[in-house]
T-cell receptor, first 110, second 115 residues
Framework: SQQGEEDPQALSIQEGENATMNCSYK?????LQWYRQNSGRGLVHLIL?????REKHSGRLRVTLDTSKKSSSLLITASRAADTASYFC??????????FGQGTELSVKP | EAGVAQSPRYKIIEKRQSVAFWCNPI?????LYWYQQILGQGPKLLIQ????????DSQLPKDRFSAERLKGVDSTLKIQPAKLEDSAVYLC?????????????FGEGSWLTVV
């Protein structure tokens, strides 16, 4: 399978703590995108990092990319109960396709 | 700006019946995707269109699944006959074009249960 892996599969933290999710992928990429999915909903785009970038910030999100290790991480700082969701990384390949990981289920307890 | 629209949101059918899902992408987006997401897994690409042409349908089970985008805007995904293992969320997505740096936007999904 071309799908990548995410680690951990599930993460439970307290409000105010930071949450770190890791992703590994197998294919060559042009970019890597992170998405959030609330229960019963579609995918919401969070951030895109290009293959020639190493780190990107957006609000409380920080994404890193290491193409030599084919891995990425998503850090959510000062988490809130509303951040409770599944988070997916997706490798953006030549031709505009996304190959998704299995996702990390984040639970933020108030 | 309106997002990717999908309908119906929910559908329950019996095995061997047929079902069709409709998608309207973001205005001006040339590239349209259908993904299948089985519960607990990440989405898997079924088919990718560029305007009204198929770019990649290598993962589409063509014996039962079909998709079209006749006028290069709306798209329909059909399953006939449905199997129990087709129970999943069918996500439509769109992007401006095939350029690798484009964000891909997803709809809310069509949730299919086959009983």
């Amino acid at each position: 399978s071309q799908q990548g892996e995410e680690d951990p599969q599930a993460l439970s933290i307290q409000e105010g703590e930071n949450a770190t999710m890791n992703c590994s992928y197998k294919t060559s990429i042009n970019n890597l995108q992170w998405y959030r999915q609330n229960s019963g909903r579609g995918l919401v785009h969070l951030i895109l990092i290009r293959s020639n970038e190493r780190e990107k910030h957006s609000g409380r999100l920080r994404v890193t990319l290491d193409t030599s290790k084919k891995s990425s991480s998503l850090l959510i700082t000062a988490s809130r109960a509303a951040d409770t969701a599944s988070y997916f990384c997706a490798a953006g390949t030549q031709g505009g396709k996304l190959i998704f990981g299995q996702g990390t289920e984040l639970s933020v307890k108030p | 700006e309106a997002g990717v629209a999908q309908s119906p949101r929910y559908k329950i059918i019996e095995k061997r019946q047929s079902v069709a899902f409709w998608c309207n992408p973001i205005s001006g987006h040339a590239t349209l995707y259908w993904y299948q997401q089985i519960l607990g897994q990440g989405p898997k690409l079924l088919i990718q269109f560029q305007n009204n042409g198929v770019v990649d349908d290598s993962q589409l089970p063509k014996d039962r699944f079909s998709a079209e985008r006749l006028k290069g805007v709306d798209s329909t995904l059909k399953i006939q006959p449905a199997k129990l293992e087709d129970s999943a969320v069918y996500l439509c997505a769109s992007s401006l074009d095939l350029s690798p740096g484009n964000t891909i936007y997803f709809g809310e999904g069509s949730w299919l249960t086959v009983v």
